[in-house]
T-cell receptor, first 111, second 115 residues
Framework: SQQGEEDPQALSIQEGENATMNCSYK?????LQWYRQNSGRGLVHLIL?????REKHSGRLRVTLDTSKKSSSLLITASRAADTASYFC???????????FGSGTKLNVKP | GAVVSQHPSWVICKSGTSVKIECRSL??????MFWYRQFPKQSLMLMAT?????????EQGVEKDKFLINHASLTLSTLTVTSAHPEDSSFYIC???????????FGPGTRLTVT
């Protein structure tokens, strides 16, 4: 990808389990954002974490950011079948108002 | 919330023809708009960044003569795929940002199929 990689590429879990996705990026950033995309649809913004933040919560979502390792993780707790989608991280480099997307993780939550 | 629309949502065209895709910010002024391309089962690739009233900045490897971008107003940007070929078939997504340049609002995407 233009900016970084995500792992795993695919993740299959049972409803009720937690799902963790990781994102690594290459350059210094101003912020990192996570998006969700259902198959063939547009993007849904989930959460933004700034470079001076280490952790952020939003409902069942928890995002961490480690700028020293240039990595972030997205945790979805108590997953639901409706969480099935692809999840992308996007980074905004310093001094550039543009995004670069990671390679994405395809999450399948089995009912 | 900020809403971005795209038109058309899908289009089928013949090889060699040109196709125009519109991206509109409906309830805010978009000083910057971005165009992305997404091939099946892949991530979004940034194609270009356009600021209202100035020429677009293209990412490395994106042909500016093939993908013409116009950002003539604070609410409208267009992407024209010229002399389209089957390999241009893709999902094209635009986004827009306003005064807070680190918030981007994404359109629903346009699926282009070139036959």
């Amino acid at each position: 990808s233009q900016q970084g990689e995500e792992d795993p590429q695919a993740l299959s879990i049972q409803e009720g389990e937690n799902a963790t996705m990781n994102c690594s990026y290459k350059t210094s950033i101003n912020n990192l954002q996570w998006y969700r995309q259902n198959s063939g649809r547009g993007l849904v913004h989930l959460i933004l974490i700034r470079s001076n933040e280490r952790e952020k919560h939003s409902g069942r979502l928890r995002v961490t950011l480690d700028t020293s390792k240039k990595s972030s993780s997205l945790l979805i707790t108590a997953s639901r079948a409706a969480d099935t989608a692809s999840y992308f991280c996007a980074t905004a480099p310093y001094n550039f108002n543009k995004f670069y997307f990671g390679s994405g993780t395809k999450l399948n939550v089995k009912p | 919330g900020a809403v971005v629309s795209q038109h058309p949502s899908w289009v089928i065209c013949k090889s060699g023809t040109s196709v125009k895709i519109e991206c509109r910010s409906l309830d805010f002024q978009a000083t910057t708009m971005f165009w992305y391309r997404q091939f099946p089962k892949q991530s979004l690739m940034l194609m270009a960044t356009s600021n209202e009233g100035s020429k677009a900045t293209y990412e490395q490897g994106v042909e500016k003569d093939k993908f013409l971008i116009n950002h003539a107003s604070l609410t409208l940007s267009t992407l024209t795929v010229t002399s389209a070929h089957p390999e241009d078939s893709s999902f094209y997504i635009c986004s827009a940002s306003g005064t807070d340049s680190y918030e981007q609002y994404f359109g629903p995407g346009t699926r282009l199929t070139v036959t």
